[in-house]
């Protein structure tokens, strides 16, 4: 197919203005670290809150939810659906602390929380393998993405599409390397909002074409496949009557989501505790109040509004395109694309791919580069470095990671595979992540297991058992955490003067023991007012998700039940957060 001019130029003007704020930002970036990888720590809490959901709105994402509705129908999104209650608790447990902390980086905590040689080397290792590593691997798999719609939308080969995808590459570390955190952020703003934009109009265009012929005729040629707009999991059988097959999922694989994986694994965007580039930004917010809305607006912003336009699409995509292979069910989205948007609009969904896809980039490089700065450079190699020196440093390690990423893409042959990786090889590690605020006997060794351990477990039931998903999480998560305990009482404890210190700093509620200074009863009262907010704002998120969805798909009454129960959970969030 062909790309009209219209197109070309909706996309060149989006280029235009990511490379203008970039530029505006470029003066302003190059005070100091702090500047560059914080903004100031000014932030409002809309600005860092827009910065959360468009950075873990990738090129990846719509393809992703097409792959999973169009094989597990709506209730397979629990697979992600189910990280609601690990960000509600980073909404009300942990971003307070977070800010208050005062670090550059979430990895300065290790040697604040723990003391001696194991925590600077632990410190050093995360930023390496964080960083660089794990970092390179997640912006590997955005990049597929980004390949599989040029390949399917103007017929590119595998090579073409890469070469494109490195231009890509460089023109948006071009324009992080010169703005820092708050060209970033403010990028992020733009990006996210041309993105829904051109997911909503994909949506409408193809759920009013023809071939489908709205809402209530979708929803008729999906009555064949039993379960597929459900948005609770059919654990019944998985075939019908006339043998197509009904859309379930394992109930093994439906607890791991709700009961193990929002707590226990180490993830992107979605850390138990917060952490990596989302507690950047809350650690970038000018207090803790802000720190606190821009996390709790995240979770509702990433849960109730970003899904509906892709899952529209996804459903379409069932009935237009029943040829493609399991494999390939994840084209559709961009089949879609290709087929139903006129000229003009194509070229705004191209470009809503690009802020998807530049959005994600720029703050993996941003916040990669943050590590090997601050905990590496700085850290081990030159602390008495100038602040022009760390910039230019700054600078220089965004285009290496860039290039490090670049050849991870080569080497990695599917997004699930760098997925199931993830979460497999952090299994367990996040209880150590939440413990840390909590409980003084977790010491530097229940950081340095619960790093290794996942891995050790997860190869050993491979091998041992042959045995897959999920329950290889099962054990992974149950070894890892049984080595975390024991940790707890056989390890050495940190130093007395390193508790107190990080006490008298975080002030965090828990099982401080001495270090608490009997003040036990008063943080108690905390403990469970927190536990009510994460409880009534999971509601309300859940509520107001399926609300949408419901009103979506015309289903009316059960979208009224779910407004009336989103409204009670509301009020009741907000005189618990009056009270707090």
Known sequence: MTISYLDISVIIFFLSISMGIGLYYSKKSGKNIKTFFLGGQNLNWYLAGLSMVATTFAADTPLLVTEIVSTKGISGNWLWWSQLMGGM???????????????????????????GTLAKILRGFKAIYLGIFMNAIIIAWVNLALMALLQVFFN???EEALMWTAFCMVFVAFYSAISGFMGVVVSDAVQFFIAMIGCIVLAFFVVNSAEIGGVVALKQKLQALPGVTDF???FSDTTTSNGLPVFI?????????????????????AEPGGGGYIAQRMMSCKDEKNAVLATFFFQVAHYCIRPWP????????IVLYPELSVMDKKLGYVMAMKDFLPNGFRGLLLAAFLAAYMSTLSTQLNWGSSYVINDLYVRFVNPEASNKKKILFSRLSICVLMLVALFITTQIKTIESAWLFLIECGAGAGLVLMLRWYWWRINVWSEVVATLAPFIGYISVVYLFDLSYPYTFYFTTAFTV???????????DTSHETLDAFYKKIKPIGFWGKYSEGKFEKTKSKFSMNILLVICGTIFTYSTLFFL?????????????????????GIALKIALNKS
Do not use: H
């Open 89 to 115: 608790f980073t909404t009300f447990f942990f971003a307070s602390y977070w800010r208050r902390a005062g670090v550059t980086t979430d990895l300065e905590i290790i040697e604040m929380r723990y003391d």
């Open 156 to 158: 590119l080969s595998y």
């Open 232 to 234: 609770w999991p059919n």
């Open 249 to 269: 999922l394992a109930p093994a694989t439906f607890f791991a989501f709700i009961g193990l994986q929002w707590w226990a694994s180490w993830y992107p965007g």
């Open 310 to 317: 892709w899952i529209i699409v996804a459903l379409c995509s």
């Open 482 to 492: 049984i080595c975390i305990l024991s940790s707890c009482y056989l390890c050495p």
């Open 549 to 569: 969805g419901k009103l979506v798909l015309f289903y009316f009454e059960e979208a009224l039940l779910s407004l009336f129960i989103a409204i009670l959970s």
